[in-house]
């Protein structure tokens, strides 16, 4: 057993495995891009308040480009029930980089105000990127090396819980030229995109807690699509649009002063 994974199972002697963590079914990992960040998700299959007690995982893109990857950035419950940060420094392999991270949590979602439910996306993080690259979360024999050990792990209450990697490639094509204006605002602002192509189209505004506040669905949709928008009687703070266009899902982080 490698040293990462003796502290992961230290860390479930301390916390002990809760009944709601046996219970729990895998919770998988998605990364996105937007703009000039990556954004990080995970999506449980069942529903979850308890410890996130840890995450692995590792980003790689080709070093020819001279791409390079900020300091990770949480905010909300995320930073509080599952601190995240860099594992050491890049890693180079042939023309390939990897940048390893890991969280170990300790708080309670629920003493947050968090709680995931089954099959919805939560943003544990953004990586801010600088350059041109495609960067995808890595599951490869470079991640599955002992020395390395930094294939995609997640456990809850100190038990496994790791699921798939439902979107690993978040492409530099990827952002869609969605445009949300003023950003940071009031709680009153607009947002728009152009489809050129007919598709259906999924939009979505979410707060921190991942709690929907705007939904919108259009079969078919072509041409410019805006919506003006006015958050007012709720809370101010960070949200995020989550648009799906066809087979295509980018978020957009919305700053509510």
Do not use: C
């Not at 990364?31 to 692995?56: A, E």
């Not at 792990?153 to 969605?178: C, F, N, P, Q």
């Not at 007919?198 to 505004?205: G, L, S, T």
């Amino acid at each position: 057993m490698s040293h990462l994974n003796n502290l992961i199972a230290s860390a479930a002697l301390v916390l002990g495995l809760s009944p709601m963590a046996h219970a729990q079914s895998p919770v998988d990992i998605g990364m996105y891009r937007n703009g000039d960040q990556l954004d990080v998700y995970v999506k449980p299959s069942s529903d979850f308040s308890g410890i996130v007690s840890s995450l692995v995982f590792a980003i790689r893109w080709d070093g020819s480009t001279g791409a390079t990857l900020g300091t990770m950035v949480q905010e909300g419950p995320a930073a509080q029930y599952l601190p995240t940060m860099r594992s050491g420094a890049v890693r180079e392999q042939g023309s390939q980089r990897y940048q390893v991270y890991a969280g170990f949590g300790i708080t309670p979602m629920e003493s947050t105000g968090a709680r995931w439910l089954a099959g919805k996306e939560y943003l544990v993080a953004t990586i801010p990127v600088t350059g041109k690259a495609d960067f995808e979360i890595a599951q490869d024999s470079w991640t599955s090396d002992a020395k390395n050990n930094a294939s995609y792990y997640l456990a809850l209450g100190g038990a496994d819980r790791t699921g798939g990697i439902y979107k690993s490639l978040a492409s530099v094509e990827e952002d869609g030229g969605v445009t949300v204006l003023p950003n940071p605002n009031n709680g009153v602002f607009a947002f728009s995109f152009t489809n050129t192509t007919p598709m259906d189209i999924n939009v979505e505004i979410i707060n921190a807690l991942g709690q929907s506040v705007f939904t919108d669905a259009v079969t078919g949709f072509e041409g410019a699509y805006r919506k003006e928008m006015d958050l007012t009687s709720q809370s101010n703070g960070v949200y995020y649009l989550r648009l799906k266009r066809g087979g295509n899902t980018t978020t957009h982080k919305i700053v509510y002063k």
